[in-house]
């Protein structure tokens, strides 16, 4: 059985609307060039979705958010629902980041709230997890993730879990040029995979620190699905560069 591939850029907080719409003019314009079977996804800020959205009609790359709220509407001030995405075509939404877990309260349990929101909703949560350096250095690194992930899909069916998608990132891995081992990302990978019915056909991703070099050694794993790319994804040119490497597994 195969399963789906993705790469999904997350752009944190980096680029206007315009800098978006002239990322766009770039990238989509390699397009043609780039394997047909990996599905990409672009999540910019909230301030970028409506230039993306209508940028990216018709060329087959699907839109995604940063975060969303649980509630679809009410007084939640500053917050995006997942109505508000839907009217821009936005398909996924990243949950659980670990940035937003450090800086911005997100918690096992909003994260979940959040994925039953965005899974009654339509839109494909993509539920990050991954432990810290000391979380490694103690030897509780398994024991993390998969408590995150039972956590985030908890009161999910596993008929459901087909639907959704992981991100294994490692937090001492992100932003840091230091990726994790190809083969050790696969075994973590694998770990989750494990650790609830429903999950084979779900994609993982590996994420910190991928770029155009190494991104090939983790799509040769067997549990490696594709990437959630930060930093390397702020450039079209070479965004395009590495779903091109994405492709070349052995
Ligand atoms: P990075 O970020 O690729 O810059 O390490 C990945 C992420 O945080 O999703």
Same mark, same amino acid.
Request: charge should be negative; proline fraction near 0%; aromatic fraction near 0%.
């Given at each position: 059985m195969s399963v789906r591939r993705l790469v999904v850029a997350n752009w944190k907080m980096n680029k206007t609307a315009a800098e978006t719409a002239e990322y766009l003019d770039i990238f989509l314009a390699q397009l043609p060039s780039l394997p047909s079977d990996v599905e990409i996804v672009l999540a910019p800020p909230f301030t970028s979705i409506a230039r993306a959205a209508s940028k990216i009609k018709g060329f087959g790359v699907r839109l995604g958010a940063q975060t969303m709220h649980w509630e679809l509407r009410g007084a939640y001030t500053g917050e995006i629902s997942a109505p508000m995405l839907l009217e821009f075509g936005v398909s996924h939404v990243i949950l659980g980041h670990s940035e937003r877990r450090a800086y911005? $309260?997100?918690t096992d349990r909003t994260v979940n709230l959040k994925v039953h929101t965005a899974l009654q909703q339509g839109i494909v949560p993509i539920v990050a997890v991954g432990e810290t350096l000391a979380q490694r250095r103690a030897g509780i690194t398994d024991d993390h993730v998969v408590a995150q992930t039972k956590a985030a899909f908890d009161g999910v069916s596993a008929g459901a879990l087909p639907g959704v998608v992981i991100a294994y990132e490692p937090i001492w891995a992100i932003g840091t040029g230091e990726n994790c081992d190809p083969v050790e990302a696969n075994r973590v990978m694998a770990t989750i995979r494990s650790s609830l019915q429903g999950l084979d056909e779900t994609p993982i991703l590996y994420g910190g620190s991928m770029n155009t070099d190494n991104v090939g050694a983790y799509a040769a794993q067997p549990d490696i699905n594709g990437g959630l790319i @930060? @930093?390397?994804?702020? $450039?079209p040119n070479g965004f395009a560069q590495l779903i091109r490497s994405a492709a070349v597994s052995p």
């Open positions: 911005c $309260d997100e @930060g @930093g390397a994804s702020l $450039d």
